[in-house]
């Protein structure tokens, strides 16, 4: 399955943004979805994921409450509705496809290519 991501921008802290993961090629309803996320000088981290029907969502506890992940089986999409933007939140945010729920990036065999999300203080 190819992965692309889009969404990302540049918006004041305290903003939203939402951004989109749109699927080709393989089944996409078969996959849980994961979004994770890097920032400059630092590790890839998980932000959310989501279980094939859309039925069950994980989040980490730095975006909980701010943050919803949803996916669109019909339209071969996931989304990441993220509202309450901090400056911490900037990064490049991923999405992954088929490992499960895990909070893990090494359980996940596709990769989307990335989109930049800017919240300056």
């Known amino acids: 399955v190819q992965l692309q991501a889009s969404g990302g921008g540049l918006v004041q802290a305290g903003g939203s943004l939402r951004l989109s993961c749109a699927a080709f090629g393989r089944t996409f309803s078969r996959y849980a979805m994961g979004w994770f996320r890097q920032a400059p000088g630092k590790e890839r981290e998980f932000v959310a994921s989501i279980n094939w029907s859309g039925t069950s969502s994980y989040y980490a506890d730095s975006v909980k409450g701010r943050f919803t992940i949803f996916r669109d089986n019909a339209k071969n999409t996931v989304y990441l509705q993220m509202n309450s933007l901090k400056p911490e939140d900037t990064a490049v945010y991923y999405c992954?496809?088929?490992?499960?729920?895990?909070?893990?990036?090494?359980?996940?065999?596709?990769w989307g290519q990335g989109t930049l999300v800017t919240a300056p203080a």
């Open positions: 992954a496809a088929d490992g499960g729920t895990s909070r893990w990036p090494g359980s996940y065999d596709y």
